[in-house]
């Protein structure tokens, strides 16, 4: 996938499975920490949370612009989703 690095199969890019349905709902597992989701209907491609991601681990795609979250380098520190200037990402519980 362009944006993301190479070799990595863990970019989130994907609504969770989770939104909308309470943790302990059959068949849902919740682990670990939340994790964040970019709406690509709201991100506007500002490049903002992949200047400011402390870990480096947000990138733009090469076609739409719109970031991509490499789960391998994000610490879950949440500053991507308090500073996005359009509410675009939100950090979701990630389910297995
Ligand atoms: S800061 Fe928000 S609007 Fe800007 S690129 Fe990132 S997700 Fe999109
Ligand atoms: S939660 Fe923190 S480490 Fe993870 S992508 Fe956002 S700014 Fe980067």
Redesign the pocket.
Known sequence: MPGTRAGDSSAHHVRSPLRGRSPGSAGVVVTGPT??YIDPEKCSSCQM?VL????Q??SPDEESGIPV?DLA?????????HFCPKDA?T?EAEVI
């Open positions: 994790i964040p949370c400011l991601c402390p870990d681990a947000i979250i380098y994000c610490k879950h520190c949440e500053l991507c989703e990402i950090m």
